[in-house]
């Protein structure tokens, strides 16, 4: 919401600092990210994780490939979709999240994704156009 309102900067320093490290520290060693400290990775954090650090220009802080694969270890080979976890049932919210986790750290074959918005970038800037119009 602050980045919509272009008020990110009102955080301020320490603040900001805290929520990156947090982010940071939400990535599991060589794999996916959870939601909090303890628990499991979670296909939707690559989205609700990796939109946060992108929105501060700190995704370079995590390792995309191993939440890339985490992610894609999630996909049901034979239905298609992404699930929360490995080996369980997938579901249209963490194949959404999953796949905007995706695009938000720029897969091939996949949308860019704004994540202050959670659209692809196509559709952000064609919603900007429309808006030219009101």
């Known amino acids: 919401a602050l980045k919509l309102m272009g008020r990110l900067e009102d955080l301020g320093e320490e ?7 947090w982010c940071a520290n939400r990535q599991a060693q060589g794999s996916g ?5 303890n628990k499991p990775e ?3 954090y690559s989205f609700w994780v990796g939109a946060t650090l992108s929105l501060l220009d700190k995704l370079d802080l995590c390792d995309k490939e191993a939440s890339r694969m985490f992610v894609l270890s999630t996909q049901d080979p034979v239905t ?3 699930a929360k976890w490995t080996d369980t049932q997938t579901d249209p919210l963490h194949t959404y999240l999953g796949l905007s986790g995706l695009g938000i750290q720029g897969e091939s074959g996949v949308m860019e994704v704004d994540p202050a918005l959670n659209l692809s970038k196509r559709t952000k800037q064609w919603l900007d156009e429309l808006q030219k119009s009101w």
């Open 15 to 21: 603040r900001t600092g805290r929520l990156v490290r």
């Open 33 to 37: 990210f959870m939601g909090r400290p």
């Open 42 to 44: 979670d296909t939707c």
């Open 80 to 82: 298609g979709g992404l």
